[in-house]
């Protein structure tokens, strides 16, 4: 339960934060969010699961709601807070905007900010490629890089560097697991970051973070779970970073080639080298690298024989294999875990002070050996008959052929290894909900069997019916017929004005290439097109023509319909050309639809609705941002009133004042 000192220091950080800032202005979802989050990690709905889903809008405040209301309650409790967010962008703009401005209210909090480590550069790596003047090109950027480092105007990460770093160029310096781990290396700027980890009460990260120290099984990279409570931000892509996070491939010649030199890169190292602890390991590595290589070979021959790998794309229906390809499967795995295991060996018996011409060699190695551990993870998943079945495909390319395997659905892990292991978690979203209200995200992300989970929905501070209006105008072709491009090039120059700022959503890139292509010449203006130049580019363009008075068009897809921040009167116009259905034509969406089917369920219903659901109510986000915004959505799909499950879609949407033409 709250005790009377939290509940007095959260109010009293709230009064502080009032005061300190003259544009702050109490909000009522916001001080819901904090209630309630206070009371999930207080106790004070269940003792031991303390989840939250919490569903909190644009304007509600929900980065300063949730910290407010978590670390006086993870103080009380000795507990440490982590918030993961959806990308480092989210990240830097906590630490630099929302946490900043605690601070200076007043609040005491050690907060950290932590990035997968291959956003850091290796100190060791660095010197060695900056002396290195005969093997990189790029060397007078690693000696800029390294006196900037020494000076210490630069801390090692990536994304403060004031341009950006070519991948190319990076891959020389990140830091990776293996040979940046030594106590040599605690100087580095990734063991800089993770130094004297217990005088951290906020730690920073992105869900890709927060996944990788899941499946380690908690407390590598961060604290052990059960002493942390998680803050899932934007939990809403959750699920599906957990299923790409853990898929996994096998380009078959390209795997065999790299397999194929393997053996000859232990010959030059041991040349290098001269320690008798290298011999057996590097014999074993060859021998090991040799085998996985004729498997890698012979499935490739194999694969190509049957009439089904003539196809781009084939997938194996229920996850299940062919018997010869799962026996193979089962001794690449064995084969792959035995060569990891060697390489690592092998890895640690370089010096990690060795010199630059080792630079390189060791570079492949740890390439080798991250390649290794993918094969054997691959290999191991499809090797194994799962109870929920993995996506199992076969992709064709120009020269090769590509084996992939990934999970369906990721509720399970989610469940037994982060919500059970954690001492209380809070998941906030502007769009949790669908048609169904939570329940497709409950279960999607492993809660909704955990019966101590509460389910907010925050007030939002717009006033929607007098801020909005939602149009749906007369079609005459459904978006399933071949006409309705041609129809949607007839009517929408009615609805773009030259006078106002607007945003054209298509479903699908081809569509909107075909009406640019149709519309050249009968619009006001020649609209901004998403693929024709960069992001940024195109918003610089778009904010400017609105600046000068001209009104501006942007056209764009599903990239455009999450993320965008157009305030005021850089959007008052947004036209959604048709509903966001997904096209089910990839693997994981198969394999999930047939596993609905199999149980008896409807995967249309199941799967496609709440999904449509939410990526709608996304693109409608798009148009309100602030109180003092307001404009007009023109959805032109009339399957919102003319199919049955218009009406669920319909009401998932808020509440602007409709027109509904007959």
Not at 404 to 413: D, G, H, L, N, R
């Given at each position: 339960?709250?005790?009377?000192?939290?509940?007095?220091?959260?109010?009293?950080?709230?009064?502080?934060?009032g005061?300190q800032?003259p544009?702050?202005?109490?909000?009522?979802?916001?001080?819901?969010?904090?209630?309630?989050?206070?009371?999930?990690?207080?106790?004070?709905?269940?003792?031991?699961?303390?989840?939250?889903?919490?569903?909190?809008?644009?304007?509600?405040?929900?980065?300063?709601?949730?910290?407010?209301?978590?670390?006086?309650?993870?103080?009380?409790?000795?507990?440490?807070?982590?918030?993961?967010?959806?990308?480092?962008?989210?990240?830097?703009?906590?630490?630099?905007?929302?946490?900043?401005?605690?601070?200076?209210?007043?609040?005491?909090?050690?907060?950290?900010?932590?990035?997968?480590?291959?956003?850091?550069?290796?100190?060791?790596?660095?010197?060695?490629?900056?002396?290195?003047?005969?093997?990189?090109?790029?060397?007078?950027l690693y000696?800029?890089?390294?006196?900037?480092?020494?000076?210490?105007?630069?801390d090692g990460?990536?994304?403060?560097?004031?341009?950006?770093?070519?991948?190319?160029?990076?891959?020389?310096?990140?830091?990776?697991?293996?040979?940046?781990?030594?106590?040599?290396?605690?100087?580095?700027?990734?063991?800089?970051?993770?130094?004297?980890?217990?005088?951290?009460?906020?730690?920073?990260?992105?869900?890709?973070?927060?996944?990788?120290?899941?499946?380690?099984?908690?407390?590598?990279?961060?604290?052990?779970?059960?002493?942390?409570?998680?803050?899932?931000?934007?939990?809403?892509?959750?699920?599906?970073?957990?299923?790409?996070?853990?898929?996994?491939?096998?380009?078959?010649?390209?795997?065999?080639?790299?397999?194929?030199?393997?053996?000859?890169?232990?010959?030059?190292?041991?040349?290098?080298?001269?320690?008798?602890?290298?011999?057996?390991?590097?014999?074993?590595?060859?021998?090991?690298?040799?085998?996985?290589?004729?498997?890698?070979?012979?499935?490739?021959?194999?694969?190509?024989?049957?009439?089904?790998?003539?196809e781009?794309?084939?997938?194996?229906?229920?996850?299940?294999?062919?018997?010869?390809?799962?026996?193979?499967?089962?001794?690449?795995?064995?084969?792959?875990?035995?060569l990891?295991?060697?390489?690592?060996?092998?890895?640690?018996?370089?010096?990690?002070?060795?010199?630059?011409?080792?630079?390189?060699?060791?570079?492949?190695?740890?390439?080798?050996?991250?390649?290794?551990?993918?094969?054997?993870?691959?290999?191991?998943?499809?090797?194994?008959?799962?109870?929920?079945?993995?996506?199992?495909?076969?992709?064709?390319?120009?020269?090769?052929?590509?084996?992939?395997?990934?999970?369906?659905?990721?509720?399970?892990?989610?469940?037994?290894?982060?919500?059970?292991?954690?001492?209380?978690?809070?998941?906030?979203?502007?769009?949790?909900?669908?048609?169904?209200?939570?329940?497709?995200?409950?279960?999607?992300?492993?809660?909704?069997?955990?019966?101590?989970?509460?389910?907010?929905?925050?007030?939002?501070?717009?006033?929607?019916?007098?801020?909005?209006?939602?149009?749906?105008?007369?079609?005459?072709?459904?978006?399933?017929?071949?006409?309705?491009?041609?129809?949607?090039?007839?009517?929408?120059?009615?609805?773009?004005?030259?006078?106002?700022?607007?945003?054209?959503?298509?479903?699908?890139?081809?569509?909107?290439?075909?009406?640019?292509?149709?519309?050249?010449?009968?619009?006001?203006?020649?609209?901004?097109?998403?693929?024709?130049?960069?992001?940024?580019?195109?918003?610089?363009?778009?904010?400017?023509?609105?600046?000068?008075?001209?009104?501006?068009?942007?056209?764009?897809?599903?990239?455009?319909?999450?993320?965008?921040?157009?305030?005021?009167?850089?959007?008052?116009?947004?036209?959604?050309?048709?509903?966001?259905f997904?096209?089910?034509d990839?693997?994981?969406?198969?394999?999930?639809?047939?596993?609905?089917?199999?149980?008896?369920?409807?995967?249309?219903?199941?799967?496609?609705?709440?999904?449509?659901?939410?990526?709608?109510?996304?693109?409608?986000?798009?148009?309100?941002?602030?109180?003092?915004?307001?404009?007009?959505?023109?959805?032109?799909?009339?399957r919102?009133?003319?199919?049955?499950?218009?009406?669920?879609?319909?009401?998932?949407l808020?509440?602007?004042?409709?027109?509904?033409?007959?």
């Amino acid at each position: 339960m709250l005790s009377d000192k939290t509940k007095s220091e959260i109010q009293a950080l709230y009064r502080r934060l009032g005061e300190q800032d003259p544009h702050f202005r109490p909000r009522k979802g916001q001080q819901l969010l904090i209630a309630e989050v206070a009371k999930t990690l207080g106790g004070d709905y269940h003792r031991q699961q303390r989840l939250l889903m919490a569903e909190a809008g644009t304007g509600v405040g929900k980065s300063l709601g949730y910290l407010i209301g978590a670390l006086p309650v993870a103080r009380h409790h000795k507990r440490k807070v982590v918030v993961a967010t959806a990308t480092v962008a989210l990240q830097e703009q906590l630490i630099k905007k929302d946490i900043h401005q605690l601070v200076k209210a007043g609040l005491q909090v050690e907060a950290r900010l932590l990035k997968g480590r291959q956003r850091y550069c290796c100190l060791h790596k660095l010197r060695s490629t900056a002396a290195a003047a005969d093997l990189f090109a790029d060397v007078s950027l690693y000696q800029k890089l390294l006196d900037s480092y020494a000076r210490g105007k630069w801390d090692g990460d990536r994304d403060s560097w004031p341009k950006p770093i070519a991948n190319e160029q990076w891959r020389h310096l990140e830091s990776d697991r293996l040979s940046c781990s030594g106590p040599g290396h605690k100087d580095c700027p990734y063991g800089k970051v993770r130094t004297n980890p217990e005088q951290v009460d906020l730690w920073v990260v992105n869900h890709h973070v927060l996944l990788t120290d899941m499946v380690q099984g908690g407390g590598t990279l961060l604290p052990d779970p059960d002493d942390c409570f998680y803050i899932i931000d934007e939990a809403h892509h959750l699920a599906e970073s957990a299923r790409s996070f853990l898929q996994e491939h096998s380009r078959l010649l390209a795997d065999k080639d790299w397999l194929t030199k393997l053996p000859g890169w232990l010959d030059e190292l041991q040349g290098l080298v001269r320690k008798d602890s290298l011999v057996g390991p590097a014999m074993v590595v060859q021998d090991t690298a040799q085998e996985l290589a004729g498997g890698q070979q012979s499935v490739y021959q194999w694969l190509n024989r049957q009439p089904f790998a003539q196809e781009a794309q084939y997938r194996f229906a229920e996850g299940k294999l062919p018997g010869w390809l799962k026996d193979v499967a089962e001794d690449q795995n064995a084969a792959a875990q035995k060569l990891n295991g060697k390489l690592q060996q092998v890895i640690s018996l370089i010096d990690s002070d060795s010199a630059p011409k080792l630079l390189a060699l060791q570079e492949q190695l740890l390439t080798a050996m991250e390649g290794a551990e993918r094969l054997q993870k691959l290999w191991g998943a499809l090797a194994t008959e799962q109870k929920i079945p993995w996506a199992k495909w076969l992709e064709r390319t120009d020269k090769d052929l590509v084996l992939s395997a990934a999970p369906i659905e990721v509720a399970s892990q989610l469940k037994h290894k982060l919500w059970e292991k954690c001492a209380g978690a809070v998941l906030v979203s502007a769009t949790l909900q669908s048609h169904q209200g939570f329940s497709h995200a409950a279960r999607e992300l492993g809660l909704g069997s955990l019966e101590g989970c509460q389910y907010k929905v925050l007030p939002s501070p717009f006033d929607y019916p007098r801020q909005g209006t939602l149009i749906l105008p007369k079609m005459k072709t459904d978006p399933g017929d071949s006409a309705f491009t041609d129809e949607l090039a007839e009517v929408l120059p009615q609805w773009l004005p030259g006078n106002e700022a607007s945003l054209v959503l298509f479903a699908s890139y081809w569509q909107m290439e075909a009406v640019v292509k149709k519309l050249e010449g009968k619009l006001p203006m020649a609209p901004l097109v998403q693929g024709r130049e960069n992001r940024q580019a195109m918003l610089e363009a778009h904010a400017l023509r609105v600046k000068n008075g001209q009104g501006s068009i942007l056209f764009g897809t599903g990239a455009l319909a999450e993320g965008l921040d157009l305030k005021g009167e850089l959007l008052t116009n947004l036209i959604i050309t048709k509903l966001p259905f997904a096209v089910p034509d990839d693997p994981v969406s198969q394999a999930q639809a047939e596993y609905v089917e199999a149980k008896g369920g409807n995967a249309f219903t199941t799967l496609a609705l709440p999904h449509v659901a939410r990526r709608l109510v996304q693109a409608a986000g798009r148009l309100l941002r602030s109180e003092s915004d307001y404009g007009r959505i023109v959805l032109l799909d009339r399957r919102l009133v003319s199919r049955r499950y218009g009406r669920q879609l319909l009401d998932a949407l808020p509440p602007f004042t409709r027109e509904i033409h007959p």
